[in-house]
């Protein structure tokens, strides 16, 4: 189950006023403009040439193999949003990321998360630990010693 719109809005709001973002303008705006693009049904108009003119003003002569700044720009936002995520955003429930290789956000449920790490490491059902657990109990709680080799011609 995806977010909705709003649950994106104010978690990006909340990316935007925490410490990581406050004082970088730079990532505050690509962050920004990367998540209201993609909300708004237009994640595959983002690319690197349209990201530079938009959000790094530069002008239509603009030419992403020569000027990086997006692909530099990309890289220390996606560490921003790793930083918020694993001190302040711990537990926030939604979660945006920016996947390497593409400047189109992803938008998860941190309970679809984590419910598809549960299902992964399913540990044995209550019924079947105690099924296992049975036979080992009877025979400590029988204590029924086994004949030696001997004793039997």
Known sequence: MAPTR?????????????????NASRSSRFLQ??????????????????IG?????RDAEYDPRVDSIVRVEAGRLRTKIEEYYSSH????AVIIRLPKGGYAPEFALRESEQLGAAQ???PPSKSSEIWLS????????VNI?????????
């Open 120 to 122: 992964r490491q399913t």
């Open 89 to 92: 955003g711990c537990e926030d």
């Open 145 to 153: 010693p086994r004949p030696s080799r001997g004793l039997y011609v």
């Open 53 to 57: 003119v938009e959000v790094f003003d």
């Open 33 to 50: 403009f990367v998540v209201e693009q993609a909300a708004a049904g237009e994640g595959d108009r983002l690319k690197e040439y349209v």
């Open 6 to 22: 709003d649950e994106i809005q104010l978690q990006l709001e909340r990316l935007l006023s925490s410490n990581a973002f406050t």
């Open 134 to 141: 049975k036979p080992a109990a009877l025979s400590v709680a």
